[in-house]
């Protein structure tokens, strides 16, 4: 792809290093951005510059949050009885949207891959472990059950069981659930529409 202009050039190398992005999807968006007014183009920097300075992980749930804590912590309406344990924060907005659910949540940031050499130090498992054990900031003798909403993937399913068993070593009385089947297996939380979500959450069964 050489031809273009240096500035050009560093533009399509960083597009085309998003997610789902190839080549030339690329050329397409730094054409269009190149096309588009200064202003419109200079919003897009400046909203990818403020996500980078102003969003931090939450201390409690590890969800993105703009302050110490994320905005579902913060709201003393959620039921601090349970925790939906998830792989990323984009699963939290998945299962939000289906406002079946009115918990808390903890945001693993992965899901356990020996293969790719992701252990349990390398997520956010202990952090869990210590929030319902009472050692962590906010956490809460109060959860009674823990939903392992990692995805149904082999990495996802791997991740549940051994969190499961780690938990019930630790606190036997917890009730433990995993999402119902009828997510597409293999597939991603976030990719699923949140009728499915909300059926599988609805659904849930305990391991
Ligand atoms: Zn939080």
Same mark, same amino acid.
């Given at each position: 792809m050489s031809g273009y202009a240096?500035?050009?050039q560093r533009l399509v190398t960083e597009l085309s290093k998003l997610p789902g992005i190839g080549s030339r999807t690329a050329q397409r968006l730094a054409f269009?951005?190149?096309r588009a007014p200064a202003q419109d183009a200079l919003a897009l920097a400046d909203a990818i510059r403020e996500v980078k300075e102003k969003i931090r992980l939450c201390e409690v749930c590890f969800n993105l949050a703009d302050q110490t804590r994320c905005t579902i912590c913060q709201d003393t309406r959620r039921d601090r009885s349970a925790i939906c344990v998830v #792989? #990323?924060?984009s699963d939290v907005i998945s299962i939000e949207r289906t406002h079946e659910y009115?918990?808390?949540y903890h945001v693993l940031g992965g899901a356990l891959s020996p293969m790719d050499g992701v252990d349990p130090d390398d997520i956010k498992i202990a952090e869990l472990y210590a929030r319902v054990q009472g050692s962590a900031?906010?956490?809460d003798e109060a959860v009674r059950e823990i939903i392992l909403a990692t995805n149904p993937t082999t990495t996802g399913e791997a991740t549940a069981l051994h969190i499961a068993a780690e938990l019930r070593a630790r606190r036997p009385e917890l009730t433990?659930?995993?999402?119902a089947s009828g997510l597409p297996v293999g597939a991603d939380l976030e990719y699923a529409d949140e009728v499915t979500v909300g059926k599988a959450l609805a659904g849930r069964r305990t391991v």
């Open positions: 240096p500035p050009v269009h951005i190149m #792989e #990323e924060s009115h918990g808390l900031p906010d956490s433990l659930t995993r999402l």
